[in-house]
T-cell receptor, first 116, second 115 residues
Framework: SQTIHQWPATLVQPVGSPLSLECTVE??????LYWYRQAAGRGLQLLFY??????ISSEVPQNLSASRPQDRQFILSSKKLLLSDSGFYLC???????????????FGEGSRLTVL | DQQVKQNSPSLSVQEGRISILNCDYT??????FLWYKKYPAEGPTFLIS?????DKNEDGRFTVFLNKSAKHLSLHIVPSQPGDSAVYFC??????????????FGKGTLLTVNP
């Protein structure tokens, strides 16, 4: 069976500090990978998605970047955090034929980032 | 441009009654719709989905209705239980090149089921 893990679960960082959130998927090959953010009072906003190693698509301009150094590893980074980067970050994966239908995502446990 | 809208940020119902959560969308290219349930400090989990070729899908206490002409879908939970209390996200997908479906989420509706 497939599993997804992301860490750290909780992070408190000062403004201007760097960020690295990591996500790994087990039990599947060549998944589509996603980073979403849930900010206070807002829905789930797609930040990045990746269809393969080194292939990253950005959905919104922001202070963040993503990388996929290995097939099942997805990293969210920032060189200098802003207050507005605070939120709940979710990694997710999908594979055609897995799940109830097209587009079903399987989410990780989430990472709570507080920028002070 | 918010393509998936959940206009009710919260809903409160009594245990045993019906919960109806609504969702509207604007993108005619969406061909698959999903509902996710999310507890605090956890990732969302899939609840139920419906293809654009159907108008109803039922799974136990959960039923999703799709009205394509109105670009509207709703999730019915009956009977509602206290354990259903969570944030419910409506999501929609449209094929976006190859096999990569991207989900567009609404802002969510916080459902509270009172004992």
């Amino acid at each position: 069976s497939q599993t997804i893990h992301q860490w750290p679960a909780t992070l408190v960082q000062p403004v201007g500090s760097p960020l690295s959130l990591e996500c790994t998927v087990e039990g599947t090959s060549n998944p589509n990978l996603y980073w979403y953010r849930q900010a206070a009072g807002r829905g789930l906003q797609l930040l990045f998605y990746s269809v393969g190693i080194g292939q990253i698509s950005s959905e919104v301009p922001q202070n963040l970047s993503a990388s996929r150094p290995q097939d099942r590893q997805f990293i969210l980074s920032s060189k200098k955090l802003l207050l507005s980067d605070s939120g709940f970050y979710l990694c997710a994966w999908s594979v055609d034929g897995v799940g109830a239908g097209p587009g079903e995502l399987f989410f990780g446990e989430g990472s709570r980032l507080t920028v002070l | 441009d918010q393509q998936v809208k959940q206009n009710s940020p919260s809903l409160s119902v009594q245990e045993g009654r019906i919960s109806i959560l609504n969702c509207d969308y604007t993108n005619s290219m969406f061909d698959y719709f999903l509902w996710y349930k999310k507890y605090p400090a956890e990732g969302p989990t899939f609840l139920i989905s419906i293809s654009s070729i159907k108008d109803k899908n039922e799974d136990g206490r959960f039923t999703v209705f799709l009205n394509k002409s109105a670009k509207h879908l709703s999730l019915h939970i009956v009977p509602s239980q206290p354990g259903d209390s969570a944030v419910y996200f409506c999501a929609a997908s449209a094929r976006s090149g190859g096999s990569n479906y991207k989900l567009t989420f609404g802002k969510g509706t916080l459902l509270t089921v009172n004992p």
